[in-house]
């Protein structure tokens, strides 16, 4: 069996056993493949990379459209609501815009080839540094590809480009009487929610990312384009490569079009507020919605401190009790079917020591109900911005763990933020076991923040739950990722990634480490 | 760049352009890897293997049972039900019955050393000749280890061995009021479902198994244990190792452990049977109740021969209309919320010129309506046994489609079925796009029955849709999977196996060719 080669040692390597010497190595070589079915991270030789220059001017011979302006370079690299932030330094050498697959094929080709790193962004709103270019690396934006190729509506699909925003999707779709799952925060694209396996306030009725794709366009890491299966609405013909590909946070290739399920909007839909004295009351009610077998559209907990700050940001027309609280969207394909399923959720409330309960019967009364869980971020910087500091900084972090323990371990990251002074507010997806925690810091406060999302998702692996719901790994968790599948599993990870990507080119440093010593995590 | 290798050199290898020779290779040998994203056929020098004697020795030396009487060898080579069957030779050397994780990665760390490849077996269910020994292999059984380990009835899921079969789980959890989505044919084992990812009846609102598994515990080819994940029901961290390894069939890893999504069994739930005229009705009824956005349990679709063959079993205590038929199954949380969705059904079924409609009003009703479905293809073998030949044989298989394309593509093959002189029925999953085709046969009318299951496959695919629905490829429907995704996609397959399974020792020939001259296909 072949013996693992320790790196470092490039022009004298063990291969079968048998001593090389003198060979003009590329960056993973033969022997950088053990024999065994993982690839742990002192086994191979990590890539090296070259620079971008000679690459970006051949993507302009193509015709390709490049940009290095200073507004482009910086709107590639940060974004004020990620929790992570380039070091100096780490912006993209250019920005390439292609415009079609064949031509992020040729991109990556050329890449690969000449081993260019290369980072996929399409709307920039992911929170845990995806984008960040931890190599002097190329960004390929791909919002330009932001069209809907074909509806099917009758078949419930729908083919769009990685730049269609799920916003636009929405309003698209909405003509039709049809709706598409995930709804995750403002100006996220398709593209980027495949990558990252990304979900919302739908998820427990409507499922994530993972659930909600039929296929992908997939481009690898040297320029092959893969179709990863047609339109059925589900195959067992080999393997899963659309579930493969969704959450790999554009590690394994990139992604240019997208066949998603789309489902019927419900004929009818209300939605309920419901607060409660405290938590307890509150994970008894979800409790019983799940028991009793209801189908909820969304069952969104907002927690009293959230209440408060919707409250102070007056974005909302009425003022809320600044309880913990449920906002329910109840859908149905009539009307009766609606207040039948609002009279058992009524009286489950009841029965767990409701103070308040309202259902909206109209339209208007409905969008200013839901209007407390739409304003909820913004609401919470408003606050801090106002009462705490200028300057405050958020960190949006969440984990989800099974829904026994949700309100316990919700309940003992509220507290812990609270002791240490800070201020925080919470929302929560309860039929997933999925919350967020957003904490309000100054930046001399961020090694305390640090200290508590650390302390929230040990707490998360504690109950049996993971490091990430729906935001993705990233730089920031990489570390916890170990923690939670062992580093087994993060060795075949790594196995994968570098059996389609040998000279490491696609996103550096997410998700796993691909580099001993020239890594970076938070 | 490596240049790619054509296999049959062995000793006189190109190495990074460098000429080695005298090498005792390995059967994949870091020449073997092209450095691009995927693994075409010839570019590389195919597995080879080694007698099992050797490890059969060890293995027992281990105390692990190890069998090869006649008789087990027979039932670990063949089912009658299978569509493929074994060659004469193709029978286990001998079957290995493990009775732990710990156990099962001692045996694949001993076939992976020694180059021996091993078939997994739960069931023996499966109809695609998954668990054929095409190699000189031993078999793995893995139904000694049919454990529940740990239910948590607050959190929906169960931990459970890959030996449970679905049909004790289901026992099992109506006790607790709960329930597993997927409910596949008679005899078959979590293990085997994960493996060919497949469904049943429930699909369109429960899911298949792809959904419905939360993690895996699973042993990789060297013997490395892996655990997919924890136990929260949505995550979004790291790659989807559990998404990969369902549907590989026994390629990627041997899977030792299931976490099992449960769902709240519908507290009111009843059966519906309506009879159309012909299938178009049928189908403009299926497309209204999706259109409306009803929650329907099951619609399946029993076509009028189906009909004829479950009255003349006598199975059933009741004849039915021999006429192109759904079967639905409607639950609610509430008596009144049934109601109401029956009555949404009874309306659109006569809008769609419906010839009976029946609704079960007691539990007793509900058995009897939905035994149509139960004795289905029991059915369908008694009367080719009775009226054609004693010896009838039957071909089971299933493709999906988009789903307005479901009754065009039935209509089509049951027609072309028909003009062949052969029988068949039909049974469809409406609500998925999905069916099966039972063909009955003369053991001298294969190469006709073979003909009609391409045709069937092809018109799938011209339809945008996959060559199996929920049975997998196995090893009768690898050269339709190229024809579904295309070369590239399963080139990018093959890249992963060999990633981690570098020997090939894990169920080889099955979903592709591993070997471009020494394959079995059908």
Chains 1, 2 share one sequence.
Request: glycine content about 8%; overall charge negative.
């Amino acid at each position: 069996m072949w013996r693992r080669v320790i790196s470092g040692k490039v022009g004298k390597k063990l291969c079968n056993g048998i001593l090389l010497s003198g060979l003009a190595v590329s960056p993973l070589l033969f022997s950088d493949y053990s024999s065994g079915s993982t690839l742990p991270l002192n086994s191979y030789k990590p890539p090296t990379y070259n620079d971008p220059g000679f690459v970006l001017k051949e993507i302009k011979k193509l015709g390709i459209e490049v940009s290095a302006t200073t507004e482009e370079l910086a709107r590639h690299s940060d974004s004020w609501f990620s929790t992570d932030h380039p070091l100096p330094g780490e912006e993209p050498a250019a920005i390439v815009f292609p415009t079609s697959t064949e031509e992020v094929s040729k991109v990556l080709k050329l890449c690969h080839e000449n081993q260019v790193p290369i980072v996929p962004f399409t709307g920039g709103t992911s929170l845990e540094g995806h984008f960040i270019n931890t190599k002097k690396s190329i960004t390929i934006d791909l919002s330009r590809m932001d069209q809907v190729i074909e509806l099917h509506k009758d078949d419930l699909d729908i083919v769009v480009q990685p730049g269609v925003g799920w916003e636009d999707l929405r309003t698209y779709l909405d003509d039709y009487g049809l709706m598409f799952g995930p709804d995750p925060g403002p100006g996220a694209c398709i593209g980027g929610m495949a990558a990252t396996s990304c979900s919302g306030t739908n998820a427990a009725r409507y499922g994530t990312m993972k659930e909600n794709v039929i296929n992908l366009t997939v481009v690898l890491a040297d320029g092959t384009i893969v179709k990863t299966r047609r339109r059925p609405r589900k195959s067992a013909a080999g393997y899963n490569l659309t579930g493969l590909i969704i959450g790999s946070e554009g590690t394994l290739g990139i992604v240019t079009e997208i066949t998603l399920k789309l489902h019927v909007k419900p004929k009818w839909e209300s939605v309920v507020l419901i607060s409660f004295p405290n938590l307890k009351h509150a994970a008894g009610a979800v409790t019983q919605f799940i028991q009793t077998g209801l189908i909820l559209n969304a069952i969104e907990l907002l927690d009293s401190q959230m209440m408060k700050f919707v409250n102070d940001s007056g974005e909302t027309e009425s003022k809320y009790e600044e309880l913990d609280t449920l906002l329910i969207k109840v859908g149905g394909s009539s009307n009766e079917a609606v207040d039948l399923t609002i009279n058992e959720v009524k009286n489950i409330a009841h029965g767990n020591n409701a103070t308040t309960f309202k259902f909206a019967a109209t339209e208007e009364e409905k969008f200013q109900l839901w209007n407390a869980r739409k304003t909820a971020l913004w609401s919470t910087i408003a606050y801090g911005k106002k009462h705490i500091d200028p300057n405050i900084q958020i960190w949006s972090t969440d984990v989800a763990v099974p829904i026994s323990s949700f309100v316990e371990s919700l309940e003992k990251t509220r507290l812990e933020i609270k002791e240490s002074g800070l201020t925080s507010s919470i929302v929560g997806h309860a039929g997933d076991g999925n919350y967020h925690a957003l904490i309000l810091f100054k930046e001399e406060e961020r090694a305390l923040a640090t200290e508590l999302v650390a302390r929230m998702v040990e707490r998360a692996l504690d109950m049996d739950g993971t490091v990430s719901g729906e935001h993705g790994i990233g730089i920031g968790k990489k570390e916890f990722l170990v923690n939670e599948v062992g580093q087994n599993a993060v060795d075949l990870m790594r196995r994968l990634k570098f059996a389609v990507d040998p000279n490491g080119i696609l996103n550096p440093d997410k998700v796993f480490k691909i580099d001993p010593i020239n890594d970076r995590s938070v």
